[in-house]
């Protein structure tokens, strides 16, 4: 018998390549067919497989499975509905499946397949196979050569991104919409860890199966209910990008078309004020928030729990000062906890360190995480660049050591290290096998902030060589979701001071790996069904959870990054970053364990992390889009200027009315053209809403209100009532809010 030749890279094939080489080779009557711009599009019947052939003339192609029924079957076409192309019922030992096609492309074709399946009796799956696989022009899945620059990480977007070089079809995106699965997952005790990926030439979605064999009682699709078991998206660019920034970019592009096809979850209106003077008034009176060292008053990490450090006094200082400039008068804390600050400070190596002198001996003094030497900075330089001569003062006494450590490691950090002379301790992380990959990015930040507090070159040009300095990570930019953001936000800023092009397209390069680590759905797997995840950001490349720190710093920081940007800024990344910020503002609710049942909250955290107290106004650091308990890792203090920062930024006062606004996108401008008439400008997605409310002052009455888009179409309120005003306004452009 005749063996097949595959190449050296392709470690070999499975059963089902095999079979579908064996489908391509046949000369099987098509099903079904129908164009979509310069693609075609066949549906073809395998041995058990039915198969969508897309392919562009001479370039190749794409088959992907539409469903796999171990057996023989038969196909039957029915009449689409409003907006298929085409639908089919596909009859099997196994049930039945309805197979829709959509397709679309004002300016990118896209292709949407929705499966959905009926079990004929309880039914066991114990395998399916990927759905995916790259042909050449002959239609053999052997013969295509190209690579893939991203797949799902952990249970982050199910998507795939990868280009087909030989032939020269061009860069594709597929998309799982993971949340249409959510019947399958709950019925099935599956989750989709790492669903969407392969190996070359094997991609695509690998459905979950229950494991067998494990002491657990079966866990069938029940016999007569509908599950869906694929919402794939697949979105086209003919020509494959040059370069990791083009190629950053095209990817924004096209997960942007993705993202406007799905069903975007609502968003809600929260209280981020009420919450915010809750947190002030725990962190003065709560006597597991602070604890007295030297005479002056030092913020616990954790409840009740570990010594306290530079970047966790910092944060909550940096998030203090935010709101008494948001309220028109600084708030006593911030003050309180400014008075230590100097502690952290060792005149002999000219830094600030992690913990203060009299630390425990359970802690290495010397050893402190790449990031952590400079995040503290950041929001010195915040305060510094805000008036604060101290703070400023001390910003610049530190700032050369934190030079020094860049040019030692070649703006290349290890993960932890000793301050004392710079010897490693841990050098990569165990996940990827790199260090903290994303550092260079804060550190361009605070070098920019130093150059706009002394005007001297050299800030720049570090920050210029840290940038330059981690081009060619292409997709493993990321280490940390918020350091990772701050890079976007650092590369914009060079952008604006130099008029280089290359580092607008390198912020590309941070935000297509910030958002490669995103949750785009919905999950309603076990206890996550009490809380929302849309769109959240796992907090660490590896990282199994979401964490609010990250999440509110990344917002802060695509705050700066939009108010930098302009016009040639990416629709898509623009679009991306304010439906991140959109959603940041309602799911970061449930961080707070007064949002969640007791019964969703680990009743214990990590050994030296303290307890979780329902009662303080001090959110989780962790949450699990599979449905874990919450709060494992601990309730993190550090993380309490979420609250702050939320509050200050989608909350706007307005003089002499007897409301507040309450915008969940960031306010690009906001002009008092009458007595009583505002005029409000939002930059987010061009075919997005944004959440806008009324909120009734205190001993206030709510006015009658109208509000118009700038072409005098009236909006209405989605709901009312005494104390708040709802409004769904277009997210993009202005509009016109007056009042009696």
């Known amino acids: 018998m005749a063996t097949i030749a595959i190449k050296e890279d392709v470690p070999g094939v499975s059963p089902y390549l095999l079979a579908l080489r064996q489908t391509l080779e046949g000369a099987k009557q098509a099903v079904a067919r129908f164009d979509m711009g310069d693609l075609s599009v066949e549906l073809r019947a395998g041995g058990d497989s039915l198969w ?39 009859t099997s030992a196994l049930g039945e499946h309805r197979v829709v096609f959509r397709t679309g492309g004002e300016a990118f074709e896209h292709l949407r397949m929705t499966v959905q399946f009926t079990p004929a009796a309880p039914l066991l799956v114990p395998f399916m196979p990927r759905d995916l696989y790259p042909l050449d022009a002959n239609d053999d899945p052997l013969g295509a050569v190209g690579s893939i620059e991203a797949a799902q990480r952990g249970l982050n977007s199910g998507l795939l991104y990868f280009r087909i070089d030989q032939p020269a079809f061009g860069n594709i995106l597929y998309f799982q919409n993971l949340t249409a699965m959510n019947d399958y997952y709950r019925a099935t005790k599956t989750k989709p860890d ?39 998206i ?10 990791e920034r083009e190629s950053a970019r095209q990817f924004l592009q096209m997960l942007g078309v993705a993202y406007k096809l799905i069903d975007l979850p609502r968003t809600d209106y929260r209280d981020w004020v009420r919450r915010a003077e809750q947190t002030l008034q725990d962190l003065d009176q709560a006597p597991e928030a602070t604890i007295r060292h030297y005479g002056h008053r030092y913020v616990h990490p954790y409840t009740g729990a570990e010594y306290p450090d530079i970047m966790v006094q910092m944060s909550l200082v940096q998030a203090i000062h935010e709101w008494g400039k948001w309220r028109g008068e600084p708030h006593p804390l911030e003050a309180e906890f400014k008075a230590g600050l100097g502690k952290f400070y060792n005149a002999k190596l000219g830094t600030l360190r992690r913990y203060l002198p009299n630390v425990g001996d359970d802690k290495d003094a010397d050893a402190v995480d790449s990031w952590y030497l400079y995040h503290p900075l950041l929001n010195l330089g915040h305060l510094a660049l805000d008036g604060d001569v101290a703070a400023r003062r001390l910003f610049l006494k530190s700032i050369d050591y934190g030079i020094k450590a860049a040019h030692h490691f070649s703006y290349r950090w290890p993960v932890q290290y000793k301050v004392t002379d710079f010897s490693v301790i841990t050098e990569v992380a165990e996940a990827d096998g790199r260090g903290q990959t994303d550092v260079g ?42 350091l990772t953001a701050w890079g976007a936000a650092a590369c914009m800023r060079l952008w604006r001071i130099t008029t280089r092009q290359v580092y607008l397209e390198q912020s590309y390069v941070y935000l297509g790996s910030f958002f490669h680590n995103s949750e785009i759905w919905e999950s309603e797997i076990e206890l996550a069904r009490h809380f929302r995840n849309f769109l959240a950001v796992t907090c660490l490349q590896d990282a199994p959870y979401m964490a609010i720190y990250e999440c509110f710093d990344s ?34 609710w449930y961080y707070y364990p007064d949002a969640l049942p007791p019964e969703a909250i680990s009743r214990k955290q990590r050994e030296t992390n303290g ?48 409301f507040r606004l309450y915008c ?49 179409d009236a909006l209405r309120p989605h709901e009312r009532s005494e104390d708040r005003i709802d409004f769904r306004i277009p997210a993009n452009g202005r509009v016109v809010l007056s009042w009696e």
């Open 234 to 243: 697949l979105v086209f660019r003919h020509e494959a990008p040059p370069h």
């Open 194 to 232: 790492g669903a969407v990926g392969g190996v070359w030439p094997e991609l695509g979605y690998l459905l979950p199966t229950p494991t067998q064999n494990d002491g657990m009682p079966p866990r069938p699709i029940p016999a007569g209910e509908e599950v869906t078991l694929s919402d794939a």
């Open 441 to 482: 990015g804060i550190y361009a930040w605070v070098m920019l902030q130093a150059f706009e507090l002394t005007d001297d070159k050299r800030f720049l040009d570090e920050a210029r060589t840290a940038i330059d300095a981690a081009m060619g990570l292409r997709f493993n930019v990321n280490y940390q979701a918020n």
């Open 611 to 658: 307890h979780v107290d329902r009662a303080l106004s001090f959110p989780l650091e962790d949450l699990y889009a599979d449905g874990q308990l919450a709060g494992q890792v601990g309730q993190e203090i550090y993380g309490a200027g979420a609250a702050l920062i939320f509050a200050t930024r989608a909350f706007h006062l307005v003089e002499g009315a007897p």
């Open 664 to 712: 969940d996108h960031f306010l690009r401008a906001s002009e008092r053209t009458g007595d009583r008439a505002l005029t409000l400008t939002l930059d987010g997605g061009e075919t997005c809403n944004a959440g806008l409310s009324l909120v009734r002052e205190r001993r206030r009455r709510l006015p009658k209100v109208r509000l118009v888009t700038i072409d005098g």
């Open 52 to 90: 969508a052939l897309i392919r562009r003339e001479g370039r190749g192609g794409l088959a992907l499975r539409a469903g796999f029924f171990a057996g023989d079957f038969t196909c039957e076409q029915l009449a689409p509905e409003a907006g298929e192309v085409l639908r089919v019922r596909v």
């Open 555 to 588: 917002f802060a920081a695509f705050e700066r990054y939009l108010v930098d940007s302009g016009p040639d800024l990416e629709p898509a990344a623009r679009m991306l970053i304010a439906e991140y910020c959109k959603y940041a503002l309602d799911r970061a």
